[in-house]
């Protein structure tokens, strides 16, 4: 009787067996296709739960996910009975030894555990009264982190073997491809937004912002950070953040090469680490978290046109759990680095428009000058044929106090004109200046001609010429760039009343020079230096000196520095004042030859 | 009397030309634009001793019109073209085509009204001079078909 029972029992435990290994594979099949197809979201998530409780015969499961940033385990998910409120949200602090459990465990050591007799397990924490045997199961990410952990009990002692342990491995493993292919999703979705952002905004600032806001979508992380490099300056400057560092936006952050993220922003190489202040390169300046905070660093080069513009930098708070690793990962990097690129071809793409935007509205504001120029020069001589007759009639006047009164009106009157058409002349000059007449020239000979047109014969100001040799010709307007070089030898002479040094140079740019004044590659450049000991130019107005109409002299409209700018621009050349205030100005030019370099030169 | 043509769109400076040159003793008539100019050049007997016109009233190059008519007239009027907004170009062309000078109307520092007086008298002294060559020549041809 007892063996027939047995052999009963025995059948349908062989029966349970047969039928609970046909669930199993139809859900591990089902919920296979569903991870590829849907992802990980919380619906999958339970599904995969209630299947790995359903395979292993369990009473209860959970399944609760690791954040690193606070060191914590929690529970997202439940399956089973007898689940209070507290418990659907219970968390698990890591760094706490006592409090870790069974859960913690398998958390930190990336393995599977089980237990049949909880009572004398040294990891179990007790949370529900009947519970004999645990299990369970870490849920892996590409890195092979414990993104989160499947744990299932039992009322039963010894209740989970070997085959539970294997099916619920081949589960755990369907919600780490679900949880991977989310992953990939978002970051998929946010690069796409990032991509579209970049095309359709052309103003920086917003640009900048909303890509600093997206990159959250394809990286983890504490906070983001966007750099440009101002060239006039040589400083990265923030042009975009997300937390505390809002209120830095449009400051200075970094002289180029200066910290890690000013290296990053002089040599283009992506920088990623973890503990960034142990560096020699730290300084620790200009940071979204405390020094202390900082556990991970990652920044990349901005590069447009193979020029490095800027930085984009990410920053991860120290895991408040020792033993997982918070750094960003080889794929986060690949990650930002396509971020970065992207948006470097957004910020040439915007600078171009302004570029244009610029362009068109000089060449509007020339045609208009023209025209009004025309019309104010033809005023002005009616003005001085009216000046020149009431001359003539004064001659004709007997000498008195009155006549001599109005002869000096008359003569001031005079002056007011010649002063008006001195102004009308340097209109005309800007709106010419960049209309080129190119040949072949000598760089050199036009530097001198400039000196010994400009610089005085007597002067308290020294002269200093060091004119590069082995410079090759250079395609350019001879008379417009003498011009442009005798603005700035007046300029020169003229901040130094009290006697003085002008410094003129001419060279060759070698590559390496090329690279440190992050020149175009692939071409060649002519440098001219005008330096001098005067007052220099301080930071605030190293922009404006260029704009039209802006003097600090008495004399002259301030439309020189405009015109030698709109001289060297229409030579695709660069102009830029980079003297320290107080130590003296000094202005260089960068001139690009017509030729472009050969690989092997 | 010496007979001038001032030409120039602007009222003003119409009436500024022709008091200057008036002064100087010269009989001035004005004309405000090209069209004006070429009629009045054509209806005249005997022609204007010098015109001086203006570069740019209609059209950019209008004063080389007026050039071009005044000495299909009389090859011997001298005219003086005046520029505004240094027109260097347009200057050059009036010079090649027979101008006697051209003057820049806004010159800092020059009193261009006396620079103009100046001119003219010249222009009328080389207009003089060409047509008593000329006179001479007939009277030597004459005389030695005599």
């Known amino acids: 009787m007892s063996d027939c029972e047995s052999t009963t029992q025995h059948a349908a435990r062989a029966e349970e067996h047969g039928l609970r290994a046909e669930q199993f594979l139809r859900d591990l099949n089902s919920l296979f296709a569903e991870a590829v197809r849907t992802g990980g979201d919380q619906a999958f998530l339970q599904r995969t739960l209630d299947a790995c409780v359903r395979a292993v015969r369990g009473r209860r499961g959970f399944l609760a996910l690791v954040h690193y940033e606070s060191g914590e385990v929690e529970v997202c998910n439940t399956s089973g009975e007898g689940w209070s409120d507290l418990g659907r949200k219970m968390r698990l602090h890591l760094a706490q030894e006592t409090s870790r459990g069974i859960t913690g465990h398998v958390a930190l050591t990336t393995q599977p555990y089980v237990t049949g007799d909880v009572d004398s397990d040294p990891y179990y924490l007790r949370y529900f009264d009947d519970v004999k045997s645990e299990i369970a199961m870490p849920v892996l990410g590409p890195n092979g982190q414990t993104r989160g952990i499947i744990n299932i009990d039992s009322e039963r002692p010894n209740a989970f073997d070997a085959d539970d342990m294997a099916h619920l491995a081949a589960l755990a493993q369907a919600a780490a491809i679900a949880l991977g292919i989310e992953g990939f999703r978002s970051r998929e979705t946010a690069l796409i937004e990032i991509g579209k952002t970049l095309t359709t905004t052309l103003d920086i600032e917003s640009l900048m912002n909303k890509v600093v806001a997206m990159t959250a979508e394809a990286i983890r992380f504490e906070d983001c950070s966007a750099f440009l490099i101002d060239a006039q300056t040589d400083h990265l400057i923030l042009k975009a953040t997300r937390g505390p560092l809002a209120d830095k936006i449009g400051a200075a952050a970094y002289h180029v090469g200066d910290g890690i993220t000013g290296w990053v922003a002089k040599y283009g190489e992506p920088v990623r680490m973890e503990d960034p202040q142990s560096d020699p390169r730290w300084r620790g300046r200009l940071n979204e978290l405390t020094t202390d905070e900082i556990g991970a660093f990652l920044a990349v080069p901005i590069i447009s046109r193979n020029k490095i513009v800027g930085v984009l930098r990410v920053v991860r708070r120290k895991s408040h759990a020792p033993w997982f690793s918070n750094r960003f990962t080889e794929t986060d990097e690949r990650v930002l680095l396509t971020i970065a690129s992207q948006l470097g071809a957004a910020v040439e793409n915007a600078r171009s428009h302004a570029r244009l935007v610029r362009s068109e509205r000089m060449a509007a504001w020339g045609e208009l000058s023209a025209r009004s120029a025309h019309m104010i020069g033809n005023r002005t001589f009616a003005l001085k044929g009216d000046l020149n007759e009431l001359t003539y009639l004064m001659g004709t006047l007997a000498e008195s106090e009155q006549r001599r009164e109005i002869i000096s009106i008359v003569e001031s009157m005079g002056r007011g004109i010649e002063r008006l058409e001195e102004i009308l002349r340097e209109f005309r000059d800007f709106v010419v200046a960049t209309q080129l007449h190119a040949a072949e020239c000598d760089i050199n000979t036009i530097v001198q001609e400039a000196v010994e047109e400009t610089f005085p014969r007597r002067s308290k100001v020294r002269l200093k010429l060091v004119l590069g040799e082995g410079i090759p010709l250079l395609s350019c307007d001879e008379k417009k760039l003498k011009r442009a070089f005798s603005e700035l030898i007046e300029n020169a002479v003229s901040f130094q009343p009290e006697g003085g040094e002008v410094r003129i140079s001419s060279s060759l740019l070698s590559p390496e020079e090329r690279a440190t004044e992050r020149l175009a590659h692939g071409r060649e450049y002519v440098q001219l230096e005008f330096a001098d000991k005067g007052p220099g130019v301080a930071g605030e107005m190293k922009e404006k000196i260029f704009l039209p109409f802006f003097t600090s002299r008495v004399k002259g409209m301030g439309l020189g520095l405009s015109i030698v700018k709109g001289i060297v621009e229409a030579h695709q050349g660069l102009l830029r004042e980079t003297g320290k205030p107080g130590k003296g100005a000094r202005f260089v030019i960068f001139l690009p030859l017509g030729n472009q370099e050969n690989g092997s030169a | ?146």
């Open chain 2, 1 to 146: 009397m010496s007979r001038l043509l001032v030409v120039d769109d602007e009222d003003e400076v119409r009436a500024a030309l022709k008091r200057r040159l008036e002064r100087e003793g010269y009989d001035v008539t004005t004309a405000s634009s090209a069209g004006d100019a070429v009629e009045v050049i054509q209806s005249q007997s005997p022609s204007f001793d010098v015109v001086v016109t203006d570069m740019s009233m209609e059209e950019t190059n209008s004063g080389l019109k007026v050039l071009q008519d005044a000495i299909a007239h009389d090859i011997f009027t001298e005219v003086i073209v005046l520029t505004a907004y240094g027109n260097v170009a347009n200057a050059v062309e009036s010079m090649r085509r027979g101008a006697f000078d051209y003057l820049e109307k806004n010159v800092p520092g020059v009193d261009i009204y006396e620079l103009l007086a100046l001119k003219v008298g010249q222009a009328m002294e080389r207009r003089r001079s060409a047509i008593s060559t000329v006179r001479r020549l007939e009277e030597y041809a004459i005389r030695q078909v005599q």
